[in-house]
């Protein structure tokens, strides 16, 4: 139990951390608002610990932490829930691309750390990469498509 006490005060500080960098960056980049963008990403750091708290349950440790984060996020922006248009309209205020900034730029540090066996990949990354780009592209689409239908918006 006092293992995951620790890992959570790693996640917390780690959400907590890139959500200040969100919304400044969504703050000189877009003239946001800085009230209305840090709502925003309290909503999705408490979204993330939720799915984290998730994953850590027994029997729900088969499936990856980061399935069980957007299983709760769709779940809670789906508008049978009640706080969904809430939701929605907090994090509205938080762009995507600021949040994405210190997302890569922690995936840069976290390969950095680890050279040596990135080295060991060589140029087979690269399709490997490619691969899984063009994949989740194509998934990504395909599934905002058949929502788009399914809702009668597209």
Known sequence: MLGYIEKMKDILFILVVTAIYSVIAHCV??????AAGSIGALVLV????????ISWLPG????????????IAVV???????????ILAQTKNVGFLSITTPILAYGGLCLGKDLAAFKQLSWRIVPVALAVAAGSFICATALAELMLHWEGIF
């Open 29 to 34: 980049g877009s003239n946001g608002e800085l």
């Open 46 to 53: 408490a979204i993330t610990v939720i799915g984290v708290v």
């Open 60 to 71: 729900f440790k088969r499936l990856p932490m980061v399935f069980w984060v957007s299983i």
């Open 76 to 86: 809670a922006s789906m508008p049978q829930f009640p706080l969904s248009d809430w």
